[in-house]
């Protein structure tokens, strides 16, 4: 059964429509992630959950009780905000202890509790301090902890990271994900990088304008965009414009150059289709003077970027496409600028969609 | 320090120092009789200097109070709920600015008499209450803007909403959140206000109040020394308040990250010095 649900949750601004029926629901303990460009309705959505922003139609269902027209401070969610949303005037300890005192927790079981989640955090030495003495990941820690001290129903987190240093960010949403799995709290993130959905999340729910396009698990959304949008959004990826030439065996024709995909078996051929291939998915081969086997698109490499572990490519094909391919580094040397090479991919790596 | 940095400050502490010094000087003369404390001692003998000091600081206390209380919520609301209309409420908090006082004090008596019943009219509109209304008024346009200046500083969307999200009332976020970071605008305010109503004269003295301003000058229309050694008392209590709420603010500071005080201070100065009902 379904612990956090949303109906066809609707908002609109003014003419601007920032929800236009968005439906989800969560298990208990699943931590999924709401990822999109901003403006697409994702913070909209979560407002919505934490009881901010009223939706113009829908309801928001946690544990079976509709919350839809609940007061915020009625909903037992704990949030974590973008940034500095400590309160300047306590400390760190006082911080956590806000949502207690509320509760009417008495003092001994409330300290307990307190240290119990700084410690959880990694803050047991920073109790005392003040937000203005604590780095901004420290910050984040103290406000993780703040929310979760109250025992919510759910947490949610409002891009809790993009404020941070890249180094911080990273230790910083594995924290987020072992406290999450600790504790099994449902959990709700929003985010606009899609590393850090892909990297924490049990599902990701990628939103665009205002509805949700794809919802799936990250290898399902990084391995098998359902949309054009999300295969634009999600990593790099070739897209390459082509018509189905063989729907029997599986193939395509790129622009002249006939190439085996086959995930266009069964379409009528002479469709016009799109063809997603990952950089990662490219094996080149360099050419050197000799005639090219069949099956491979002929190009030059125009453009090398060492990325570390691998360098990309950029290769400007002869029939006229551009693609990007990522190879070891340690190998790259053979793919100068200005190297004839040949562009192959294993028929089943790559996605088709329509046009 | 460069040389113009010291000329200007000298010029500038010359200008404020001067007239004050001179004052001293002229409130310790005791005629052909040398230098003495005559003249304080005249003052402090007299049971209307501390009738009306205590009175002014009476109404002081009061307006300061109402203020507050009617303020703060106000101008939290406005920012958080209502940030389209923030443009009108400052122009209305500017009103007391462009109507003189005359104009405030005779409508002020006019609106009220027009519907009061008579317990109204005992109990208020001619009791010293009326004079507070009146100040309330007369602060707005400096209580408003060392307000916003200080919820400026203060993410207080973020915060309200961290402090509902965790169960608080709204009542409870605003004297438990959103007040101890307002610490020194709010201190501010109080100040301004403070002393405003004791520096206030033309209303007092259309509606007939024996207030401290209006001590002042009737003892200066009569007595030169006299008048001269009251006027050192009161730029002295003057500071002393100044102290005292400064301190206040000081004590609060180690908590945070920027004095906010000192900038909504600054900001007001300008605007004080054109208070039209300050003596």
Same mark, same amino acid.
């Given at each position: ?355 | 320090? %460069?040389?113009?940095?010291? $000329? +200007?400050?000298? =010029?500038?502490? @010359?200008? &404020?120092? /001067? *007239?004050?010094?001179?004052? #001293? ?57 209502? %940030?389209?209309?923030?443009? $009108? +409420?400052?122009? =209305?908090?500017? @009103?007391? &600015?462009? /109507? *003189?006082?005359?104009?405030? #004090? ?79 605008? #709010? ?93």
């Amino acid at each position: 059964m379904p612990y956090l649900e949303l109906h066809d949750l609707r908002k609109q601004f003014g003419s601007f429509t920032a929800l236009g029926g968005v439906s989800l629901s969560l298990e208990e303990g699943e931590f999924l992630s709401l990822l999109g460009p901003s403006g697409c309705g994702k913070t909209t959505a979560l407002r919505i959950i934490a009881g901010f922003l009223q939706p113009d139609s829908g309801r928001v269902v946690i544990g079976g009780e509709d919350m839809t027209s609940h007061a915020p401070n009625r909903r037992d969610i704990g949030m974590v905000f973008q940034a500095y949303s400590l309160f300047p005037n306590m400390t760190a300890a006082q911080n956590v202890a806000f949502g207690l005192k509320v509760r009417k927790w008495p003092g001994a079981k409330r300290d307990a509790r307190v240290s119990e989640l700084l410690e959880i955090v990694g803050l047991s030495h920073a109790v005392d301090r003040y937000p203005h003495q604590l780095s901004g990941g420290m910050q984040q820690r103290v406000a993780l902890a703040r929310a979760l001290a109250i025992e919510p129903r759910v947490l949610l987190l409002d891009e809790p990271l993009s404020a941070l240093d890249a180094l911080v960010r990273v230790q910083l949403r594995e924290e987020i994900r072992r406290v999450q799995t600790q504790l099994g709290i449902t959990t709700v993130y929003v985010t606009h990088d899609q590393e850090e959905a892909l990297s924490v999340s049990d599902r990701v729910a990628v939103v665009y304008s205002g509805g949700i396009e794809q919802l799936g698990t990250p290898a399902e959304i990084y391995g098998a965009p359902s949309t054009r949008f999300v295969a634009e959004f999600i990593g790099t990826m070739n897209r390459l414009e082509s018509r189905v030439a063989d729907s029997e065996a599986g193939a395509v024709d790129i622009n002249g150059t006939i190439v085996p995909v086959d995930a266009v078996r069964g379409r009528p051929a002479g469709q016009d289709v799109l063809v997603l291939l990952r950089p990662e998915a490219i094996a080149l081969e360099t050419l050197n003077g000799k005639p090219p086997a069949p099956g491979g698109i002929v190009g030059e490499v125009t453009a090398q970027s060492f990325l570390g572990a691998v360098t990309r490519l950029k290769i400007a094909a002869e029939n006229g496409s551009e693609l990007i391919a990522n190879v070891p580094s340690t190998g790259a040397t053979a793919y100068s600028v200005s190297q004839r090479v040949v562009v192959r991919f294993p028929a089943d790596s790559a996605r088709v969609l329509d046009v | 320090m %460069p040389i113009s940095g010291i $000329v +200007v400050l000298t =010029i500038g502490a @010359l200008y &404020f120092l /001067v *007239p004050v010094a001179s004052t #001293v000087k002229f409130s310790l003369e005791q005629g052909h009789a040398g230098f003495g404390f005559q003249a304080y001692r005249q003052i402090l003998d007299d049971p209307q200097f501390r009738h009306t000091l205590w009175f002014s600081v009476q109404l002081a206390l009061e307006t300061t109070v109402v203020t507050m209380a009617l303020m703060v919520p106000t101008v939290y609301w406005v920012h958080l709920r209502l %940030p389209k209309i923030r443009p $009108v +409420v400052e122009a =209305i908090t500017i @009103l007391p &600015f462009v /109507v *003189p006082p005359i104009v405030l #004090v005779v409508g002020l008596f006019d609106f009220f008499k027009s519907f009061s019943p008579d317990w109204l009219l005992q109990d208020f509109v001619f009791s010293s209450k009326f004079l507070v209304a009146a100040y309330v008024v007369l602060s707005l346009p400096f209580v408003y803007r060392a307000l916003d200046a200080g919820i400026r500083a203060v993410d207080i969307q973020t915060l309200t909403e961290a402090a509902e999200s965790l169960g608080a009332s709204r009542t409870r976020t605003l004297f438990r959140v959103i007040l101890p970071n307002l610490r020194e605008a #709010v201190l501010a305010a109080c100040l301004l206000t403070f002393v405003i109503v004791l520096g206030e004269f033309t209303i007092a003295s259309i509606a007939l109040y024996q207030t401290f301003p209006v001590y002042i000058t009737t003892i200066g229309s009569a007595q030169a020394y006299p008048a001269a050694a009251l006027t050192v008392i009161s730029v002295g209590l003057t500071f002393v308040a100044a102290a005292v709420f400064l301190v206040l603010g000081r004590m609060g500071l180690r908590k945070r990250r920027q004095p906010v005080l000192g900038a909504a201070m600054t900001g007001m100065a300008g605007a004080a010095s054109t208070n039209p009902g300050g003596a």
